[in-house]
């Protein structure tokens, strides 16, 4: 019992740190993120004052998604490419600093501008910011998987990232209405950028990683065993974003985190970039048609729709049966 003491300790340390860690990175993310972050709104506003329709501002914030899409590729260079000999850190700084340069690039070019927007040369530099953010992401999520397969949290880690994400979500939802409203799109601009910097000095501060060439591909603590008794179980949750990222957490291998978590969030990012443009289109066609709350109400029975038929995939998870393997095998919690 004393020889495992010492162990708890340090586990119970190690889980309060990529908590603190990951709740305020996620927590910064959100903020700092150009596509639904604080200065989404007020890039909106923007746009639709320099007379751009509905669908324009659609497609501007479809485009503004691309870089999550490409979260895949991110995963392979945390994984398989060490930077400076580390995979997690030297990437995590990377990124933060190519948001922070990003965001000011663009309040340098919107106060040059005078506040007449020109979509392209805006689009640019929110790019880069929005490449920075979704590395940094990918990055963290890496971190996540390791350090919770290795302390069986990765619910724990999961819950904690999602809850800071949405806490994000409230303040830009009331910030960016306000700067919006008051006509100080540019202020958001700088918040943003500031964000990305907190993010960059917890980076430097905080993210702990020996340098290595070759990491083995194995994880210590294995993978689920048995995902394949997972699923039904998962499926009744009445959280099924949560649930769904954890299974992934759960038996993705821990040389591959950034990788193998990245594939599953970059096609949902595809999903959402492709609904944001193709629902900016739809309801200015369908405005122009019908008026504006038929349009509405139209694009929301589009969402529902699409939504409901998420259940079709319930019918390619396997069944319980009394043939199933034991309680025991089943991943930890």
């Given at each position: 019992m004393e020889s495992q003491q010492p162990r708890a300790l340090s586990c119970l340390r190690t889980y309060g740190s990529v908590s603190f860690l990951c709740a305020a990175v996620y927590f910064l993310q959100?903020?700092?993120?150009?596509?639904?972050?604080?200065?989404?709104?007020?890039?909106?506003?923007?746009?639709?004052?320099?007379?751009?329709?509905?669908?324009?501002?659609?497609?501007?914030?479809?485009?503004?998604?691309?870089?999550?899409?490409?979260?895949?590729?991110?995963?392979?260079?945390?994984?398989?490419?060490?930077?400076?000999?580390?995979?997690?850190?030297?990437?995590?700084?990377?990124?933060?600093?190519?948001?922070?340069?990003?965001?000011?690039?663009?309040?340098?070019?919107?106060?040059?501008w005078e506040f007449h927007v020109r979509p392209i040369m805006l689009l640019v530099p929110l790019l880069v910011a929005t490449i920075g953010v979704a590395f940094a992401d990918v990055v963290i999520d890496a971190v996540m998987v390791e350090i919770g397969q290795r302390l069986k949290l990765t619910g724990r880690l999961q819950s904690i990232q999602w809850t800071a994400m949405y806490t994000a979500t409230i303040v830009t939802g009331l910030l960016g209405g306000h700067l919006s409203q008051?006509?100080?799109?540019?202020?958001?601009?700088?918040?943003?950028?500031?964000?990305?910097?907190?993010?960059?000095?917890?980076?430097?501060?905080?993210?702990?990683?020996?340098?290595?060439?070759?990491v083995p591909v194995q994880h210590p603590l294995r993978a689920p065993t048995h995902p394949v008794n997972q699923p039904v179980s998962l499926v009744r949750s009445l959280r099924p974003i949560l649930v769904q990222m954890d299974y992934a957490a759960q038996v993705a291998p821990a040389r591959l985190a950034g990788t193998v978590f990245a594939l599953l969030t970059g096609l949902s990012n595809l999903s959402i970039g492709l609904a944001t443009g193709w629902g900016g289109s739809l309801y200015e066609s369908w405005?122009?048609?019908?008026?504006?709350?038929?349009?509405?109400?139209?694009?929301?029975?589009?969402?529902?729709?699409?939504?409901?038929?998420?259940?079709?995939?319930?019918?390619?998870?396997?069944r319980e049966s009394a043939t199933s393997a034991p309680a025991a095998a089943s991943p930890p919690v």
């Open positions: 959100g903020i700092s993120e150009p596509s639904e972050g604080l200065i989404a709104q007020p890039v909106r506003s923007w746009l639709r004052q320099a007379g751009y329709g509905a669908g324009l501002v659609g497609w501007y914030g479809a485009a503004l998604t691309l870089p999550w899409v490409a979260k895949p590729f991110y995963g392979m260079l945390t994984d398989f490419v060490p930077l400076f000999g580390l995979r997690r850190k030297s990437y995590l700084i990377a990124a933060h600093s190519a948001a922070c340069l990003g965001l000011v690039a663009a309040y340098a070019a919107s106060a040059w008051h006509h100080q799109q540019a202020a958001g601009l700088l918040l943003a950028a500031l964000c990305a910097a907190v993010g960059l000095a917890l980076s430097i501060l905080f993210v702990r990683e020996p340098k290595r060439e070759e405005a122009k048609l019908e008026g504006v709350e038929p349009a509405f109400r139209q694009v929301v029975a589009v969402g529902i729709l699409t939504t409901a038929s998420c259940w079709l995939l319930l019918l390619w998870f396997p």
